[in-house]
């Protein structure tokens, strides 16, 4: 059965318009779904195959990363969540320092789930995967009763070939570095929970998600080799921060004033009491340089798709003579004064008052 | 944003606090009476700016701290075993009750929903006729308004199953029981803007008078409070205790007559219990009789409140400015905001959490 048959063919998967149990049981209904759904959208000669797996053939340094995606609502603004988890895998892979390659992804269907939604999450993800120049190259899909899941769930595996000279790792971070920002930050977990029902904001903010690797590929291009680089996503750029810290053995010391957070984003998160360096953000990029490439990393970002709005927003202090640092972030407040920034406890939730 | 960000321009900040490093020529002890200003001290790192011989001492002013956790059992209660869909603010999910909170009850199968409004309550109550709904209202006298507005709007729509089980409290009684309290050190109050923008100023009057000290009803944002100490500073220096207005944009002396008319329709002032304080005379509010139907503790027979095991917390010395949150012996050791053990720890507005996660970046005796 060849992929360009199908794309003629005018029979809605199954006939059915809602996805049913034996959709996932591996008969004929299922491959036809495989078919209609998901060759269609993703095409390459791998999916075509219908084997079991893909054989690939990889030389020199590979980048491996696997997430799963379980956002609610599925579609909001600027994405879904098929975009997501596209974009998700690939700045996973960019923070390696990798240029994403290839992936595999395993869709959980719930019992229920409109087709056209289906093809629709398919299609935005298929598209998002060419943009960033990453084919599909194996999947599975499954369906659980209805009830059991929040429509669809897709988990990714991500590969990529790693682009930088040395592996990016919070060790070589070194008192001295600068911290750099691609852009806002809280868009991305903004736009997803105003999209949820019950928060009676009215404002519109599209969600970041995006592929960084145009950012990264500008980076390589200037000759500029980060020491670290991580996307800021649950915990926000707050939690990343204080990861690197840790990890890194180094104090962070970082300007409130410098960090860029859009006006709507600013205000929704006054009037729901959250607080924008904990939301999360999905086509941002934090990236640790010497002292030395700061200035033209920044001048590669602000040229490249995404990274417009890139900045300085702080530094790693020098610690005093034979010491290490403590693993801290500090965040001056722009007023006069300083704290600590700490890890994200449990989940955002908007305040009482 | 107006109205926020001329309020955090560094600038007048600095002025600020330079006119009251020149206005304190002694020791002082201040309480702010709202979490919002504990969060906002720490939160902009203002403990830096002030005098040394200024003391903040942090109130009890956070609804979800002062929540007894004998409420939040009836709550997880009511979702687990009557199986009403329960709608309430963020933070109340994530409070002890005495065997577990609302966030595993969820786990656990009840249907917890969050909402930042009353008003959403009432939507998700009507969008879903069929089920039972309680609206878990807690908060001062600033979100009482919102919640007596829902229990008319359901006594209108007749709607069958909606009912609130209702946790406010008011601040007023909680600053007389610290001023009664033997071991009370505080001179100054900067009192709750937010809750005076309701209830205003006149039950200030009588406990400044009769406990000679200052109260400045204070904003939110760095400059306001810097300027609030600095009223109180000016006022304890001159040796005068008033009651002064220092968020004039948004509170009148007398209040919001509309929204304390709402409150009074459907509320009466009673007894309340508080955490850390145990009952408070007049310090909280009931349905009154005429609104029974909509009081959820009457609707699912679930009046009395269980008992609160004790766990090694001492909110109760926190609450009323007699401990400072981290020379607790549990702060940070067994207590963080991973694992509360007690409310201040749960909600970004308790002292606790506020200095967990904003703690100082130099440990000394001076704290914000």
New interface residues.
Partial sequence: MSAKLELDCPVPAGSYERIVLAHGAGGRLAERLVDEVFRRAFGGPELANGHDGASLVFEGPTALTTDGFTVRPLFFPGGDIGSLAIHGTVNDLVSCGAEPTHFTASFILEEGLLVTELERIARSMAAAAREAGLVLVAGDTKVVERGKGDGVYIAVTGLGRVRTREPLRPSRITPGDRVLLSGPVGDHGLAVVLAREALSVEAVIESDSASTWPLLAALLEAGVEPHCMRDPTRGGLATVLVELAEQAGVDLRVSERAIPVRPAVADACELLGLDPLYVACEGRLVIVVPEAQAQPALAALRAAPGGAEACLIGEVSHTTEGRSGRGRVLLDSGVGGARVLDRLAGEPIPRIC | ?RY?DEF?A?ER??RA?AALRRAVTRPWVIMEICG?QTHAF????????LPAGLELVHGPGC??CVTPEGIVEIARRIALEDGAVL?T??????VPGTSGDL?AARASGADV?????P??AL??ARSMPERELVFFG???E??APATASVVALAERLALPRFSVLAAHVRVPPAIEAILGDDEVRVQGFLAAG?VCTIEGTGEYHPIAAKHRVPLVVTGFE?LDLLEGLLRAVRQLEAGRHEVEIQYGRAVRAEGNPEARRAVDEVFEVVDAPWRGFGTVARGGLALRPAYERYDARVRFARRSLPIAEPNGCRAAEVLRGTLKPDRCPEFGVRC???APLGAPMV???GACSAY??????VASGAQP
Avoid: C, N
């Fill in positions: 944003m926020v955090r560094p900040i600095e606090a919002g720490a939160r902009w790192g203002l403990g830096e700016l609804p979800v709608a603010y963020g933070d109340m999910l994530r966030l929903r969050v909402v930042t409004s008003l959403d939507a998700l807690v908060g001062f600033t979100t937010h760095p963080t905001p991973d909600s970004t507005e967990h996660r904003f703690r100082p970046p």
